[in-house]
């Protein structure tokens, strides 16, 4: 359907699944940045993966629009490029 590389170096891959009891999130960092097709073009460095069940369509939304808002957050984009330890990651995306 296109690209989940919303520009910036950050990608939101997102779906959802049958038999998943509840929304499943991963934040992963990569240096250096990979080509994922993004809408600018850009290597990704920043890929926040969603995982919603599948009778979730509205939570699947509601997730990925909360997400989105927050990773355009320059502060926290600048928090998450600098973390050094998962603990660090996790705090930066609160």
Known sequence: MGSTGIGQGIAIPHGRI?????ITAVLVTCKP?????AIDNQPVD???AILVPAEQTEG??????TVAQK?????TIK????????QELYEAIL
């Open 33 to 37: 940045g990979i080509n994922f097709d």
């Open 71 to 75: 990773l355009a957050e320059k502060n």
């Open 46 to 48: 920043v890929f926040f």
């Open 60 to 65: 699947h939304l509601q997730t990925l629009a």
């Open 18 to 22: 049958d038999g998943l009891q509840k």
């Open 79 to 86: 928090q998450i490029r600098n973390a050094q330890t998962n």
